[in-house]
């Protein structure tokens, strides 16, 4: 089986920091690209940011210059630094990665199981 594990969520004030963590672990072979998704309430899933192994990365719009994604390959865990929170930013926060397991052939992605973001006054 293959997990990812998110933390670091939480309600902050309008212009604060958060970071959040997330580690996929299990019958792992390699961790390819890994992003972070939010979903809104009433609103779909969007892509907020993704990062590849050798560390391009991407970015929505509406986040751009405020949150920074980071990974660490050796412990497969991606960071989303956000500053400069606003109450636009709510939403729960969902990893996403490329692994390929140990017992497999083909790559296959998981996500986890989501962690709050709540950006209030």
């Known amino acids: 089986q293959v997990q990812l594990v998110e933390s670091g969520g939480g309600l902050v004030q309008p212009g604060e920091s958060l970071r959040l963590s997330c580690t996929a672990s299990?019958?792992?072979?390699?961790?390819?690209?890994m992003g972070w998704y939010r979903q809104a309430p009433g609103k779909q899933r969007e892509l907020v940011a993704t990062i590849s192994t050798a560390g391009n990365t991407d970015y929505a719009n509406s986040v751009l210059g405020r949150f920074t994604i980071s990974r660490d390959n050796a412990k497969n865990t991606v960071y989303l630094q956000m500053n400069s929170l606003k109450p636009e930013d709510t939403a729960d926060y969902y990893c996403n990665s490329l692994v390929l397991r140990r017992d497999g052939i083909e790559w296959s992605t998981y996500w986890g199981q989501g962690t709050q973001v709540t950006v209030s006054s």
């Open positions: 299990g019958i792992i072979s390699s961790v390819g690209l």
